[in-house]
């Protein structure tokens, strides 16, 4: 098994930045490409980023030359570097794990999933 811890997130004024990690342990072998998700009240999940163990990235168009996501395999944690934060960027933020070397934007194809960390942009 494989268990994915967030820290990180909280609130912050708008243009702001926060960083959230994201902890992986247990059968971490298992685990090749890494996203993180966020859910707003009332909307569907969505891929916010996503990286594969050899450091390919993918983000959503909402979030480029905003977000950067990174990862340190030795400490086997992911990191979500978040800068200009907008309102609209307000969502509790979950980091995913998937066995295989490509990412998805659908929720249901990743196995492992953080509990989450809420996100608050307000002034």
């Known amino acids: 098994q494989v268990q994915l811890v967030e820290s990180g997130g909280g609130l912050v004024q708008p243009g702001g930045s926060l960083r959230l990690s994201c902890a992986a342990s247990?059968?971490?072998?298992?685990?090749?490409?890494m996203g993180w998700f966020r859910q707003a009240p009332g909307k569907e999940p969505e891929l916010v980023a996503a990286i594969t163990s050899g450091g390919s990235t993918n983000y959503a168009d909402s979030v480029k030359g905003r977000f950067t996501i990174s990862r340190d395999n030795a400490k086997n944690t992911v990191y979500l570097q978040m800068n200009s934060l907008k309102p609209e960027d307000t969502a509790v933020y979950c980091c995913?794990?998937?066995?295989?070397?490509?990412?998805?934007?659908?929720?249901?194809?990743?196995?492992?999933w953080g509990q989450g960390t809420q996100v608050t942009v307000s002034s």
């Open positions: 995913a794990a998937r066995p295989v070397p490509t990412y998805s934007s659908t929720p249901s194809e990743y196995a492992y």
């Open positions: 247990g059968s971490i072998f298992s685990i090749n490409a």
